[in-house]
């Protein structure tokens, strides 16, 4: 079964609005959790590394007022998109790691689908 | 810099040997990963190689990495209509934990 898992698995909001992502790591705490985004026909994109207790980092490029990660416990952080645009619409996914070590324990959520009409 | 590149797409006929190729540019990469997505669905681990193997074989999978050259390939042995998938190669660095991935390249099968 899965060990990451994303909801919602697909989402449609308004222009104008915010709608959060959540990804959750079962049966292991994720000490660093990770958020893409991937385009229509496009690679995977890392948009932000997301520790539990403090503040992502950002890749170059990413908005972090747009993009607003939470990492508030070992087992789940969010992705919040804020005042939403079509442009915004894509596949985002999480990934989630036990440590910084182990390069064969990093797991990947199934992926949120994300319209903004 | 932070670089993985793969062709974009790859046809192959149904029972044939596919070969994808990916190459990239840290010598430091750790690891190495094959991971295939389907038509809206999210990643699949295929196979994964540590750095200090030239290759790694997983039923009809085989990863071989050229660690002079930075390239890495994955042969699909007896290709298969369920095989039509994306292949992203990714890298993961030795100093963090994140996975840069390519470009992906679509396979696509023909009978």
Not at chain 1, 50 to 62: D, H, I, L, P, R
């Amino acid at each position: 079964g899965a060990v990451v898992s994303q909801h919602p698995s697909r989402v449609i909001c308004k222009s104008g609005t915010s709608v959060k992502i959540e990804c959750r790591s079962l049966d292991f705490q994720a000490t660093t959790m990770f958020w893409y985004r991937q385009f229509p026909k496009q690679s995977l994109m890392l948009m932000a590394t997301s520790n539990e207790g403090s503040k992502a980092t950002y890749e170059q490029g990413v908005e972090k007022d747009k993009f607003l990660i939470n990492h508030a416990s070992l087992t789940l952080s969010t992705l919040t998109v804020t005042s939403a645009h079509p442009e915004d619409s894509s596949f985002y996914i999480c990934s989630a790691t036990l440590d910084r070590v182990s390069g064969n324990t990093i797991y990947f959520g199934e992926g949120s689908w994300l319209t903004v009409v | 810099g932070e670089d993985v590149e793969q062709s974009l797409f790859l046809s192959v006929r149904e029972g044939d040997s596919s070969v994808i190729n990916c190459t990239y540019t840290d010598s430091s990469s750790t690891y190495l990963y094959w991971y295939k997505q389907e038509p809206g669905a999210g990643l699949q681990l295929l196979t994964y190689i540590f750095s200090n193997m030239d290759m790694k074989q997983d039923q009809r999978l085989t990863v071989l990495l050229n660690k002079k050259d930075k390239h890495l390939s994955l042969r699909i042995a007896d290709t298969q209509t369920g095989d039509s998938a994306i292949y992203f190669c990714a890298e993961r660095y030795s100093s963090a934990s994140k996975i840069i991935f390519g470009s992906g390249t679509r396979l696509s099968i023909r009978p």
